[in-house]
Structures are given as C-alpha cells and as structure tokens.
C-alpha cells in the first residue's frame, strides 16, 4: 500500500482549519496503509486496531503541528493499538493478504510465513512486521513500541530464529 | 501486498469520533444493501423521503464522486452542499453543517447503517439527544421505504 504523504500533509491542513471533506479524503488515503500494519500484527482483530487507532489520530489531529509527522504518528499508535488487542496468545489465521511479501514470492514460503507468523506472540510479530515490512530501523522500532533497543534486537531474533527453526525442520 | 479496508460504517464512527458537534446512530436495516443504499445514496429522490426538514434536492455539479448539492428546505433557507457520494458512503458539508450516511452489507444479507449530523464544532453536544432520535426515525423510514423499493 502506497500512500501519497505530501498529499496527506496537505490534507492535514485543511482539515485542521475544520474542512470535514478533507478530513474523509485523508481517512481514504490514510485507512488501508493503517489497517495493512494493524492485519499483519493481529488478523483477528486488525480492523478494531484500525478504527481505534484512526479515531485517537483524527480527534486529536488539531493537535499536530507538524503535518509531515503524520506518517510516524498513525504508524506508532496503529502498532501500539494491535499490540494491545492482540497481546491474548492465540494462533490467528494469516490470509493471503496479511503475508509479508512482495507479489512474485513462492506460494510455499508465502504460506509458510503467514502460518508462522501468526504462532508468534504479538509483541513479536509487532518487531518483525515493523522490520522486515514496513522497512524501519532498530531504532526507530523502539521509538515506536516504547522499548529498549536491546528489546528490539531480542525479540527480533526470537522471531526470527522461531521462523528459521521452523522452515528447516 | 493487496490493500486492507475498513468497511464504510468503521469509517464513519472515526469521523464522528473525531468531531464532537455531531450526533451519531447506527443500526442493522432489514434490508438488502442494494435497496438501502437506493433510498440513503440517492439524494434527489430518496433524501426528501426520509429526511423531514428537506422538501427537495438538487445537484448543481458532479465530477465522479464529488458534488455539489442544494437543498430546499420545509422551513428555513436553502443551502449549499459540497458532498462526496459513492456506494456506501456519503459526506456533506455546508458551512458548519454536517451530514454523514455510510452503508455496508451484514452477512445474513441485511444491511448496518450507520447516520451522522451535527456540526464541525462542538456547540450541538446538547442536542445529541435530539440528533439521535431524529436520525432514528430516518433509519426507520430508509428501512421502510427499502422494503417496497426495487433494488438496483
């Protein structure tokens, strides 16, 4: 999902001088690239995260003095919002369209990730969609979930070493 | 990576939850998305039928799903609308008036409605109360008129 940032920014504006249609057009552009990182870290409850996550940004978005900050603002709260809804342990179902992975990957190793992902515990499964999907750094992982670089860096490796441990076996 | 969307109605609640002047209801329709949207989603025909403040509709200029919509009220001034309009979904702002209406098929093939107005600012929350009721009885009428209108 590819968002068009500089057009958000401009939408934040005018929805912040209190136009409604832009604040719809911003909810058009901005709600499949949030409800994407909420689906991938909870599939059972990806839409709630969603909405939940949408409804803090939006009531509060007067409060944004900085309109290209909107980005990491949706990205921080829709995380952290998964998080929370999906912290119960549970084995969810990964569709098609909550696998990491480009268009043209193996069907095999496309099911397989979607299977193993969903064994992890969100906390996890939070690290290593940030990571290896939307692309961030360790760093700004931690800045986004409100932990320890050296939380990041373990709860990467588990994930990873689980996935890993589970491919070859 | 195929997109991921929120249903009309989860759009709509985020609107009304981020603008305190409005009042907000939603509801399960017994009807067929198809013919609910047929009375919600047309505003010359269907609007007038359900909404009792408004006698008539008229659209002044569409480009896709943008429009620009008068309407003509029983009592009180006509007013200007600048409203976007697609299946499911329709937001209209004139002035500090608001009006919302978002649709989105129930899996027993029924159809949750959801309705918002108010304003863009917060004077309305005492007449939340009163909203509700309002946009109650339009969502029982929409449901009514849905059941004898022909589904497109």
Redesign the interface.
Known sequence: MTVDWDRAATLVVRAQRGDTLAMSDLLDITAPWVTGICMRITPAHGEDAAQNALTVVFRRLGTLTEPAALRGWLRTVATREAIRLGSEPRHEPLDEATTPGDAGQEPELKAFLGAELARLPATQRAVFVLREIEGLSEREIAEVLRIAPGTVKSRLARAKGRLRKAWTS | ???????PV??L???A???PGCGYVERVLDAPFDAVWAVGGDLVAGVPRFESTVSRVEVERRDDDRLVVTTHGLIGPRRVF?A?LRPGWC?M?SGPI?VGMAATPTPDGRTLFAHVEGT?FGATRVLRPFLRRKMHRELDRIERLAAVLPSS
């Open positions: 990576m195929s997109d991921q969307h929120l249903d989860r759009r609640r985020i609107l939850g981020a603008l600048e976007i937001w702002q608001l863009r």
